[in-house]
């Protein structure tokens, strides 16, 4: 079974070659981050996004798929990514920005 941190870049790397407007992947970190009921989050930032603010969207778990914890997606227009980095725009729950995901370039390529 894949932990939290495989979980998020195995998301992160379907997401990149899903969805062609995203730019920038990163974690969303959480108080209880270390506990496995808790949702694997991410901050989406696509140019293609329609600005409403944060508004997290959950999904379940896939376990078909080798998704063992349900997620939650945050995605924001670089406009608005821009304001939360001036504290403009704030992350619920107590949550923060984490490491950026970069796509796996041979997760990539074998997904061709």
Do not use: C
């Amino acid at each position: 079974m894949r932990t939290k941190g495989e979980t998020a870049q195995f998301l992160a790397d379907a997401h990149f070659r899903l969805d062609q407007g995203i730019t920038r992947i990163f974690r969303i970190i959480g108080p209880d981050e270390d506990n496995d009921l808790t949702p694997v989050k991410f901050l989406e930032v696509s140019p293609i996004t329609i600005e409403v603010g944060i508004q997290p969207v959950g999904m379940g778990r896939d376990s078909a798929r080798g998704v063992h914890y349900a997620s939650v997606i945050v995605e924001i227009s670089p406009d608005e990514f821009e304001r939360l980095k001036r504290g403009e725009l704030q992350l619920p729950h107590d949550w923060w920005l984490g490491d950026e995901l970069f796509p796996n370039t041979s997760a990539m390529s074998a997904a061709s």
